[in-house]
């Protein structure tokens, strides 16, 4: 009999072992904040993917499914009702009810949030409960991409006690959601500890603990994967990806994404606020050349705002050639002849500083003197909101994989600032087209409202389109189930570790 009691320990530690283990996943920069309401940057969404659920899923094949709403139906061309999953609960203990999905969208669209993903709901007039479980959303006009945007995780539900009772405090010390990992602590610009949810609705979670380092250098990220002492990379960067394809103990994870990188002007200051100097600029920026000296293979010179990937790409734009003489001729006819001074931002992004670099030479061949600044990711984004740069470099993932949030808030005039118009460029014309983009139901027409605003865009060059890129992701070879998403906000649930 002890025998067999032995036998049965043993087979029960050998399967409650192969699903205790901690994932360290190691990122390029620290999260801003872990409130869905206050951020809507790339590595906070990393790690919020893990922390809360939406209404809606779009998986790794950018499909559209149930969530924390069992389903839907439209009732008529500006209402839609959103049946809640019953059975849920928060973290925190709390039973998921209809009234926490109100709260969190009414919340993420009152302009006293200021949340940069407001947009994303800006097309609501009215949220309304019908019953505890069943929510009824308004809109103030017909709106295509409704489900897309309520996939995004600006849209993560929140649970409303804990977001009143812990005022300031939530996003940083008090962090409460449904998803398959529940948060523990965070440590500013080291790690983030998440535990495993054991009560998830969508099913079993693998990994028991994930931890989330921040690692700015990208070859230390290599380095650390290679020792062992994390289990997956996010971004290698090309150099890297390139030797570790050929590392046995590697397996990488390269997926085409949703992004788009470029180099924006601030054209509400002189001299960008004219549009020969950004026409200028354009033509004495070589980035087929910067593409392929930088990525190496893991990136395609950009010739739209957005991915060729996302609907309503404008895939047959012309770029600007690469033609210094043109870029000197329009400096002096903008008066500008003699060139100007200015200064670039980055990020502590290794790749977005090479980039800037090799640009400061190229623009100083036509007499324009670049001063590279370079800061820290935070302030980053809060100093480009402000205004207060002349041109940086960044990118944009269009997360819907739909032309309007890849658009909308990147070149509407309502979006200045945090919400991702960090050009404050606008156009008349760009905003009928985008407004008309979003309600518009027959996707021919919408696709003709996004190609004529990308002509102008491109024509009145409030960017310089860089690339897209492919990411390349890696893992420790004992790793499995880590299936990347194109969007970035790569799911762990179900990744094991052998």
Request: net charge negative; aromatic share 10%.
């Amino acid at each position: 009999m002890r025998k067999v009691l032995l036998m049965l320990a043993a087979v029960a530690f050998a399967f409650g072992g192969a699903h205790a283990f901690t994932l360290t996943v190691a990122q390029g920069s620290d999260v801003v904040s872990l409130s869905p309401h206050q951020t809507n940057d790339q590595p906070s969404a990393r790690v919020m993917r893990q922390i809360y659920d939406t209404l809606v899923i779009q998986t790794e094949d950018l499909v559209l499914e149930s969530g924390l709403a069992e389903s839907w139906e439209q009732i008529d061309a500006t209402t839609w009702d959103f049946f809640i999953r019953p059975g849920v609960t928060f973290h925190n203990g709390d039973t998921l009810m209809g009234s926490d999905v109100k709260f969190t969208l009414d919340r993420l669209r009152d302009p006293a949030t200021a949340a940069p993903g407001a947009f994303l709901v800006g097309f609501i007039d009215e949220i309304t409960l019908v019953d505890d479980m069943t929510v009824r959303i308004t809109t103030n006009g017909p709106f295509v991409p409704i489900l897309s945007h309520l996939a995004h995780t600006a849209t993560s539900i929140l649970n409303e006690r804990a977001v009143t009772d812990a005022g300031e405090d939530y996003g940083t010390s008090v962090v409460v959601g449904t998803g398959p990992f529940s948060f523990v602590s965070w440590e500013v610009a080291n790690q983030i500890v998440l535990d495993r949810n054991d009560d998830w609705w969508y099913g079993d979670v693998g990994p028991e603990r994930v931890i989330f380092r921040a690692i700015t250098e990208g070859t230390v990220r290599a380095i650390e994967l290679e020792a062992g002492a994390i289990d997956i990379a996010y971004n290698l960067e090309p150099r890297d990806a390139l030797r570790a394809r050929q590392n046995p103990n590697i397996t990488m994870a390269e997926i085409e994404a949703l992004t788009t990188a470029y180099i924006g002007f601030n054209a509400q200051k002189e001299p960008f606020d004219d549009v020969r100097v950004r026409q200028a600029i354009n033509h004495a920026v070589d980035a087929e050349t910067i593409v392929d000296v930088i990525f190496e293979g893991f990136g395609f010179p950009a010739n739209s705002p957005i991915s060729s990937m996302v609907f309503g790409a404008n895939t047959d734009l012309e770029p600007y050639e690469y033609d210094p003489e043109r870029a000197r001729q329009l400096l002096a006819d903008a008066g500008l002849g003699s060139g100007f001074s200015t200064t670039l931002w980055t990020n502590d992004n290794p790749l977005r500083i090479q980039i800037a670099e090799i640009v400061q030479a190229q623009l100083g061949d036509i007499g324009i003197s670049v001063d590279v600044q370079v800061l820290e990711w935070s302030t980053y984004l809060n100093d480009t909101a402000a205004g207060a740069h002349d041109m940086f470099i960044l990118g944009w993932v269009t997360v819907t994989a739909d032309a309007d949030y890849g658009l909308y808030a990147l070149f509407h005039s309502s979006n200045f600032g945090s919400a991702g118009n960090r050009t404050f460029w606008s156009s008349d014309r760009v905003d009928e087209l985008l407004d008309l983009g979003r309600r518009e139901s027959d996707p021919e027409l919408r696709e003709a409202y996004y190609f004529e605003a990308q002509e102008i865009i491109r024509d009145e060059a409030p960017w310089i389109f860089l690339n897209t890129q492919i990411e390349a992701h890696a893992t420790r070879a004992n790793v499995t189930g880590f299936v990347p998403h194109p969007a970035g906000h790569n799911r762990l649930y179900n990744v094991q570790k052998n």
